[in-house]
Antibody, heavy 122, light 111 residues
Framework: QVQLVESGGGVVQPGKSLRLSCLAS????????VHWVRQTPGKGLEWVAS????????NYRDSVKGRFTISRDNSKNTLYLQMNSLRAEDTAVYYC???????????????WGQGTMVTVSS | QSALTQPASVSGSPGQSITISCTGT?????????VSWYQQHPGKAPKLMIY???NRPSGVSNRFSGSKSGNTASLAISGLQAEDEADYYC???????????FGGGTKLTVL
């Protein structure tokens, strides 16, 4: 079935790094833009970053620019989020999500992973 | 605070209809027809319920409908059922450096 499975979350000290992965299956990964969306415990959703189907178009929210890097390996059906210089306010559940329309970034997310928790704490 | 404004909570009895509003600006909700609605049950990932203001993905009940007027979008749920009890989030394309924004979420309680 169509699914996304995240991994790589954990507890990390402020200023350190972490890399999240998201393995896609059940659909043609190379045809879809994909995104990272986070959710602070008990609070709302916040878009983090997006990458187009071919990796040529990338967007970040302002608060993570210069610290986070989104990338994809279409040969491995995998999306990544490299997170550097982590801050306490980055603590959240991180979801990967698929854009609902092929070959476009329309920022509506029809398939979500189960999420991976990232805790930034000393 | 969130970029889009939603009521913190709404409630209704089984069989009734409710509406959840989502207010933004002319830079997001009012400027684009890319409003989406998500349902989230506790401990679960969000589920897309409405895209492009009023379109339902395959498999979503026709009890759910979306609309927009000016800078405010709305999600209507008719014939409330117990399983509709969840948090609902709206989102909109913004077209700036923060390309997509979410509302703060609305907790729907089915009495």
């Amino acid at each position: 079935q169509v699914q996304l499975v995240e991994s790589g979350g954990g507890v990390v000290q402020p200023g350190k790094s972490l890399r999240l992965s998201c393995l896609a299956s059940g659909f043609t990964f190379t045809s879809y833009g994909v995104h990272w969306v986070r959710q602070t415990p008990g609070k709302g959703l916040e878009w983090v970053a997006s990458i187009s189907f071919d990796g040529n178009k990338i967007n970040y929210r302002d608060s993570v620019k210069g610290r986070f890097t989104i990338s994809r390996d279409n040969s491995k059906n995998t999306l990544y989020l490299q997170m550097n210089s982590l801050r306490a306010e980055d603590t959240a559940v991180y979801y990967c999500a698929r854009d609902y329309r092929e070959y476009q970034l329309l920022f509506s997310f029809d398939i979500w992973g189960q999420g991976t928790m990232v805790t930034v704490s000393s | 605070q969130s970029a889009l404004t939603q009521p913190a909570s709404v409630s209704g009895s089984p069989g009734q209809s409710i509406t959840i509003s989502c207010t933004g600006t002319s830079s997001d909700v009012g400027g684009y027809n890319y409003v989406s609605w998500y349902q989230q049950h506790p401990g679960k990932a969000p589920k897309l319920m409405i895209y492009e203001v009023s379109n339902r993905p395959s498999g979503v009940s026709n009890r759910f409908s979306g609309s927009k007027s000016g800078n405010t979008a709305s999600l209507a749920i008719s014939g409330l059922q117990a399983e509709d009890e969840a948090d609902y989030y709206c989102s909109s394309y913004r077209g700036s450096s923060t390309v997509v924004v979410f509302g703060g979420g609305t907790k729907l309680t089915v009495l």
